[in-house]
Nanobody, 112 residues
Framework: QVQLVESGGGLVQPGGSLRLSCRASGNIGTITAMAWHRQAPGKQRELVAS???????NYADSVKGRFTISRDNGKTAIYLQMNNLKPDDTAVYYCYLPFNNWGQGTQVTVSS
């Protein structure tokens, strides 16, 4: 069984920053890639950013230049540095580990 534990969400004003963390444990095997997804109210879950075992990153167009995904040297934790946050970034953010392993989600609210 795989456990993914996220932290770091919260309430922030537009233009502010937050850093999300996710740590994987349990029967994780060899991790090839991890990702962050988000789901806003009334919308489908969408990919925000991913990082491969080799460090290759991929971002949704809506967050390019503002968000940065990274991972620790042990490759069992990932982070999402979110800068210049906008109200449209408000969502529940989920950590994802292939295949079909999801964290419990952490709420990010961007509001003045």
């Amino acid at each position: 069984q795989v456990q993914l534990v996220e932290s770091g969400g919260g309430l922030v004003q537009p233009g502010g920053s937050l850093r999300l963390s996710c740590r994987a444990s349990g029967n994780i095997g060899t991790i090839t890639a991890m990702a962050w997804h988000r789901q806003a109210p009334g919308k489908q879950r969408e990919l925000v950013a991913s990082i491969s075992s080799g460090g290759r990153t991929n971002y949704a167009d809506s967050v390019k230049g503002r968000f940065t995904i990274s991972r620790d040297n042990g490759k069992t934790a990932i982070y999402l540095q979110m800068n210049n946050l906008k109200p449209d970034d408000t969502a529940v953010y989920y950590c994802y580990l292939p295949f079909n392993n999801w964290g419990q989600g952490t709420q990010v609210t961007v509001s003045s």
